[in-house]
Nanobody
């Protein structure tokens, strides 16, 4: 059973930055970040292949967020810059065998970490 543990969430003012990190047991998985705001469905944020050669971003975060991974440490990070109040959500790390931007394609999920952006 693959385990994922997120860290790095918190409260930040609009325009600020946060860096989320996900520690995964094992490797060789596609990794993704998703988020869910209150009353809304879980949505895709970013994804990265095992090699790191391919990444994808939701239009809403493109140019502001950067996903990266360190396979030697089995971690995947999400650098979030120029944060907006609408970025407020619980952020989840996910792992899967097939590269996808869809939550249903991911097999393992972390417990989530809260990100709150104040205006």
């Amino acid at each position: 059973q693959k385990q994922l543990v997120e860290s790095g969430g918190g409260l930040v003012q609009a325009g600020g930055s946060l860096r989320l990190s996900c520690a995964a047991s094992g490797s060789s998985y596609v990794m993704g970040w998703f988020r869910q705001a209150p009353g809304k469905e879980r949505e895709f944020v970013a994804s990265i292949t095992w090699s790191g050669g391919i990444t994808d971003y939701a239009d809403s975060v493109k140019g502001r967020f950067i996903i990266s991974r360190d396979n030697a440490k089995n971690t995947v990070d999400l650098q979030m810059n120029s944060l907006k109040p609408e970025d407020t959500a619980v952020y989840y790390c996910a792992a899967g065998r097939r590269y996808s931007v869809y939550a249903r394609s991911y097999d393992y999920w972390g417990q989530g970490t809260q990100v709150t952006v104040s205006s």
